[in-house]
């Protein structure tokens, strides 16, 4: 099982230098506890005090806003994936700042809280599913008396943690590193598009990678729920007028490069094939790019 734990302030999301230790740390020596699950997320939502940098206040109270409505937690069943989101206290989202080393007293409280989000799994759990949610918290626990004495004790877990974690992903195919989730894309698409570069979520220049291509993967595979057999170029022209614009022509030409580009492989990678129009529009695109 994987166990992620993220930070979230108002402007910032992603791994935190002391807590996001905290999984790995947890899940030591533990063995399996089922397969009804195979990776947790817990996300903190820091407090946020303010003030927002000028142009992202929205952002700011977008963020208070929703951390007042949690916690929250998603239990994606036929993904065997948790998601547990908590409004966390461990510091003003305005303190957290790159650091290279790790904080003790900052770890001891972020495994409290983050072995007291791990307690609402418990409601979303049916008697079916295969998880010794018990023994899971259980180990949690006592992983407690395992937190170490010293701030140099701390780095050096810290330092074997991360080596396991590189050792683990060593051993990883290109593609496995990606850590994509396969179901949502079609069962053949792995084979043709064998090769990472065109998996890639942030390279600028894989087809889905830079900001215009994954918007528009996402809006696609959105969009094929509706319309099973529509036609790619349907879907372009309702989202051309959805950013804005009165057609696809009138897209900007470098954002509706990166559109034509997107849209030839997004249909690759979730109904493995490419459309004709589709085709041509990428081409184009790829041949002013390379003029």
């Known amino acids: 099982m994987d166990f992620y734990v993220m930070a979230k302030s108002y402007n910032r999301y992603g791994g935190h230098t002391t807590l996001s230790r905290i999984g790995d740390f947890l899940l030591m020596g533990g063995g399996s506890f089922g397969d009804a699950i195979k990776e947790i997320t817990v996300t903190l939502h820091f407090r946020d005090s303010g003030p927002a940098r000028k142009t992202l206040?929205?952002?700011?109270?977008?963020?208070?806003?929703?951390?007042?409505?949690?916690?929250?937690?998603t239990y994606r069943r036929a993904k065997f994936k948790v998601e547990i989101d908590i409004a966390s206290e461990l510091m003003d989202g305005q303190d957290w700042k790159p650091s290279p080393t790790t904080s003790l007293p900052l770890f001891k409280k972020g495994v409290e809280e983050v072995i007291e989000a791990l307690r609402l799994l418990r409601k979303r759990l049916n008697k079916t599913d295969n998880f010794n949610f018990d023994n899971f918290i259980s180990h949690c626990e006592a992983a407690r008396k395992l937190i170490p004495n010293s701030e140099d004790d701390l780095q050096d877990l810290a330092a074997k943690l991360k080596a396991a974690d590189k050792a683990k992903r060593d051993a990883m195919s290109p593609l496995e590193k990606l850590g994509i989730?396969?179901?949502?894309?079609?069962?053949?698409?792995?084979?043709?598009?064998?090769?990472?570069?065109?998996?890639?979520?942030?390279?600028?220049?894989?087809?889905?990678?830079?900001?215009?291509?994954?918007?528009?993967?996402?809006?696609?595979?959105?969009?094929?729920?509706?319309?099973?057999?529509?036609?790619?170029?349907?879907?372009?022209?309702?989202?051309?007028?959805?950013?804005?614009?009165?057609?696809i022509g009138a897209i900007d030409e470098v954002t509706r490069d990166e559109v034509s580009i997107g849209l030839a492989f997004a249909d690759i990678k979730l109904r493995a094939t490419c459309d004709r129009q589709a085709r041509q529009l990428a081409l184009e695109a790829i041949g002013r790019q390379r003029a």
Request: hydrophobic letters at 30%.
């Open 57 to 73: 206040e929205t952002l700011l109270e977008r963020h208070n806003s929703y951390r007042s409505t949690l916690p929250k937690i």
């Open 181 to 247: 989730d396969w179901e949502d894309f079609h069962p053949s698409a792995r084979d043709i598009l064998d090769d990472p570069f065109f998996w890639e979520c942030a390279d600028d220049f894989s087809p889905n990678g830079n900001d215009t291509g994954a918007d528009l993967l996402e809006n696609y595979c959105d969009w094929l729920k509706m319309h099973k057999d529509g036609q790619p170029i349907k879907f372009l022209e309702s989202l051309a007028k959805q950013w804005g614009y009165k057609d």
